[in-house]
């Protein structure tokens, strides 16, 4: 089992950045990629960014350019910076972590990010 503890939201101005952090811990021998979603009340959960175990980055297209995913040296800590953050940008963000073997993900509490205009 995966525990998942995100921090790091809070109230910006637009054109401002935050970084955000989930710290993972227990049974990470299962995890293969670790992402970061947003979701904003009546909307489904987006994702944002991805990194696999090995390393490799994913964003699609809407979060390319202004969002990065980063982890430390030991995985158990998972970063996504967000630059000129915009009042579009404002949502519960949170962290997942992918598993092989079907086991379905786990997911963190979320952490508020609100962005005044």
């Known amino acids: 089992q995966v525990q998942l503890v995100e921090s790091g939201g809070g109230l910006v101005q637009a054109g401002g950045s935050l970084r955000l952090s989930c710290a993972v811990s227990g049974n990470l021998f299962s995890v293969t990629s670790m992402g970061w979603y947003r979701q904003e009340p009546g909307n489904k959960r987006e994702l944002l960014a991805a990194i696999t175990d090995g390393g490799t980055t994913y964003y699609p297209d809407s979060a390319k350019g202004r969002f990065a995913i980063s982890r430390d040296n030991t995985k158990t800590t998972v970063f996504l910076q967000m630059n000129t953050l915009k009042p579009e940008d404002t949502a519960v963000y949170y962290c997942?972590?992918?598993?092989?073997?079907?086991?379905?993900?786990?997911w963190g509490q979320g952490t508020q990010v609100t962005v005044s205009s």
């Open positions: 997942a972590a992918e598993f092989r073997g079907g086991q379905p993900p786990s």
